[in-house]
C-alpha cells in the first residue's frame, strides 16, 4: 500500500494504491462533497490510464498517471506524506476556526441584540404602565367632572323648585291670615243691630273681600315634585368601561425596496400601509395617524438589528408612507432603514430592516503630508504662517536673501533632520488626501473660508510631486487656481502651463474625476457653471491634492456623482485642454 498525495477539486486527498488487488482508493480529508478530479499540476508527460476506484461504496473511474504504479512511487517519504498530510489538517483546521470564529462573531452579535431588546422591554414596560396610570387618571377625572356636572344641574332644579313653593308657601299663609281676620270682622257684623252700622260693616266686608288676597291666590303648585327628567341609566357606559382594553397595535408596515431611490446624496423611502401589507387586516379598527422611520449608517447589509452600530437617526410625524431623507454623507457601505405606524399613542413594531447601498467617494486630509503651516482639523485646512513675514511669500524671500540661515530646509538634508518624509515644505502649501482613485467616477466639494487669499484644488499622482512641488507645475498634477490677493485671478494649471478663466471666483467648487476615460472637471457648483474640463489618460493612482495660502478651506466628501453632472458629460466638456 502506498499513499499519493492527491488534489480534488475541492479538498486535499490522499490516494492509496494497492498493488496487490490492483485498485485505487481515493481518501479524501474532511468529505468533498463532489467526485475527485486531477490536479492541473500533475506532469503532462505522464502516460494515462484508467483505473477503478472506490468511493463510498461506488464504483468510480479515475485517470491517472501511470508513472504512479512505478517503483519511483513505492519509493515515496512516509516523513513526506505525514508533512503532506499535516499540512492538509491544518488548512481544514484553519477553515473551522474560520467558521467557528464567524460563529462567535455572530453569537456576540445575538447577545448584544438580546440584551438590548431585554434593556428596551424595561423601558416600554414603564413607560406603558406610565400611560395606562395617566390614562386612568384622565377617566377618572373625566368621570369625577361629569358626576359634578350632572349633580349641580339636579341641585340647581330642585333649588328653583323650593323656591318656587316657598313663595307660594308664605303668600297662601298671608292670604289665610287676611281672610281668617275677614271671617271674623263678618261674624261680628252679624251681631250689629243698628241697621245703619250694620250696612257699613257690610259695605265694608264687601270691598274687603273683593280686595282679599285669598281670591287672588292661586290654589295650585307653582311646580311639581317630578324629578324623572334626571333618571339616568349607565348601563352602557358601564359595558363600555368594561370593554375598555389597549389599543390594537397597527402592524408593522412592508418598505418597498424597489421604490426607494437615492440620488444626489437623498434617500427617498417608500413603504406599503399595513391594511395594505396585511391583506388580512381591518385597517378601519386601526387608524394610522403617522408613521417613524429610523436609519443609521453600517457596513454590513445582513444582521441590521443587531445593537452596538450606532444609534438611529429618526424622522417623525410622517403623514404619507413615504419620506425623503436629505443632507446625508454617504461615509458607510449601507444605510439601514426601518419604519413602524403609530396610532394616537401606540406605536407597532418596526419593519424588516432593508439596507440601502450608499456608495461615495470618502477620504480625508493626508496630515502627515501638509505643509508644516497648515492646520488640519477635521474637514478644514487653515494656512498658520511660522512668523511675522510669513503673510507675503515676496518678503520672506528677502528675508532669506538677508540671512544666512534658510527658513526655508534645504531639499539636500536627510530624511532625520525633516519633520516628516512624506510633509511638503517652503512654498508648496499643499496637502493631498488620504485616498488613492484607481478606477471609477468619484466628486467631491471645496468652499473657501471667509478670510482666504488664494488656493488651489485638483488632483495628482501621489509619487511624482516632491516636497517643494506646487500643483500644476508638472506633468503629475491637474488643478484649479484661485486667488484674491492684490487682484482677483482664476486659472486652471498643468504642466507648468495656466489657462486664465473668464468668470468670477467660485464659492463653491465641485470636482469630478472619472478616472476610467480621463475626465477631470471643475464646477462653480452655486452657479452651475463648468469652469474647466482637463482630458487626458491617468496611468497612476490619484489623490486629491490642496493648496492653501493666507486663509482657509472646507471639503465635503462622502458625495455621490451629482446628477446635474449628467449636463455637462452630455455636452462639450474640453473647454480648453491643457493635457499634451
Not at 317630578?226 to 363600555?240: C, H, I, K, L, Y
Not at 472646507?554 to 455636452?571: C, D, E, R
Request: charged content about 25%.
Amino acid at each position: 500500500m502506498v499513499m499519493v498525495p492527491f488534489t480534488s477539486a475541492r479538498m486535499p486527498s490522499l490516494l492509496l494504491i494497492n498493488y496487490g488487488q490492483r485498485r485505487l482508493i481515493l481518501v479524501e480529508v474532511f468529505n468533498p462533497p463532489s467526485e475527485p478530479r486531477l490536479s492541473s499540476d500533475w506532469s503532462l508527460s505522464c502516460r494515462w490510464s484508467r483505473c477503478g476506484i472506490r468511493e463510498e461504496n461506488e464504483e468510480k473511474e479515475l485517470c491517472v498517471p501511470r508513472c504512479l504504479c512505478s517503483n519511483d512511487c513505492r519509493k515515496l517519504s512516509t516523513v513526506s506524506l505525514l508533512n503532506a498530510s499535516l499540512t492538509w489538517r491544518k488548512e481544514a483546521l484553519r477553515r473551522i476556526i474560520s467558521t467557528l470564529a464567524n460563529k462567535n462573531e455572530e453569537l456576540q452579535n445575538f447577545l448584544e441584540a438580546v440584551d438590548h431588546t431585554l434593556a428596551g422591554l424595561q423601558e416600554e414596560s414603564c413607560k406603558v404602565m406610565s400611560d395606562l396610570e395617566a390614562e386612568l387618571e384622565k377617566l377618572n377625572s373625566a368621570l369625577e367632572e361629569k358626576g359634578a356636572e350632572l349633580r349641580y344641574i339636579i341641585k340647581e332644579e330642585k333649588q328653583r323648585k323650593e323656591a318656587e313653593l316657598q313663595k307660594q308657601l308664605s303668600e297662601g299663609k298671608f292670604a289665610l291670615v287676611s281672610c281668617e281676620e275677614l271671617l271674623d270682622f263678618a261674624n261680628q257684623t252679624l251681631t250689629i243691630n243698628t241697621e245703619e252700622e250694620f250696612l257699613a260693616a257690610a259695605k265694608q266686608i264687601k270691598e274687603r273681600v273683593t280686595m282679599a288676597p285669598a281670591f287672588r291666590l292661586t290654589t295650585r303648585p307653582a311646580v311639581s315634585d317630578n324629578m324623572s327628567q334626571f333618571t339616568v341609566d349607565f348601563s352602557a357606559e358601564r359595558a363600555g368601561l368594561q370593554r375598555l382594553h389597549f389599543l390594537p397595535v397597527p402592524r408593522a408596515p412592508q418598505i418597498d425596496a424597489s421604490s426607494c431611490v437615492v440620488r444626489d446624496n437623498t434617500i427617498t423611502v417608500t413603504w406599503r400601509p399595513p391594511g395594505e401589507a396585511d391583506s388580512g387586516g381591518d385597517s378601519s379598527s386601526r387608524p394610522i395617524e403617522r408613521y417613524e422611520l429610523e436609519y443609521r449608517k453600517t457596513d454590513r447589509d445582513s444582521t441590521l438589528r443587531v445593537a452596538g452600530e450606532g444609534s438611529w437617526e429618526k424622522v417623525c410625524d410622517i403623514i404619507e408612507p413615504q419620506v425623503t431623507i436629505s443632507g446625508l454623507k454617504f461615509d458607510s457601505r449601507f444605510i439601514a432603514i426601518r419604519v413602524r405606524a403609530r396610532n394616537k399613542a401606540a406605536a407597532g413594531e418596526f419593519s424588516e430592516p432593508i439596507a440601502i447601498e450608499t456608495t461615495a467617494y470618502n477620504f480625508s486630509f493626508d496630515a502627515s503630508t501638509a505643509h508644516a503651516e497648515l492646520k488640519v482639523q477635521g474637514d478644514m485646512v487653515t494656512w498658520e504662517p511660522q512668523g511675522v513675514k510669513g503673510h507675503d511669500p515676496r518678503l520672506r524671500g528677502k528675508e532669506n536673501k538677508s540671512s544666512s540661515r534658510s527658513a526655508t530646509p534645504s531639499p539636500n538634508k536627510t530624511a532625520a533632520n525633516r519633520g516628516g518624509r512624506d510633509r511638503f515644505a517652503g512654498e508648496s502649501y499643499t496637502v493631498l488626501g488620504d485616498q488613492e482613485m484607481t478606477n471609477g467616477c468619484h466628486y467631491w466639494e471645496l468652499r473657501p473660508l471667509a478670510d482666504w487669499k488664494s488656493f488651489s484644488v485638483g488632483v495628482a499622482y501621489r509619487g511624482s510631486l516632491g516636497r517643494f512641488d506646487q500643483l500644476g507645475k508638472g506633468t503629475g498634477s491637474w488643478c484649479l487656481h484661485a486667488s484674491q490677493w492684490l487682484q482677483s485671478s482664476l486659472a486652471a494649471k498643468h504642466n507648468n502651463r495656466a489657462k486664465t478663466l473668464d468668470w468670477p471666483l467660485p464659492q463653491r467648487v465641485g470636482i469630478y474625476c472619472d478616472y476610467d476615460n480621463g475626465d477631470l472637471l471643475f464646477i462653480d457648483v452655486d452657479r452651475l457653471r463648468l469652469l474647466h474640463a482637463f482630458k487626458t489618460k491617468f496611468s497612476q493612482p490619484l489623490v486629491p491634492a490642496f493648496t492653501v495660502w493666507c486663509g482657509g478651506i472646507t471639503i465635503a466628501t462622502g458625495l455621490q456623482v451629482p446628477s446635474f453632472m449628467g449636463n455637462f458629460l452630455t455636452t462639450n466638456r474640453s473647454l480648453s485642454s491643457l493635457s499634451p
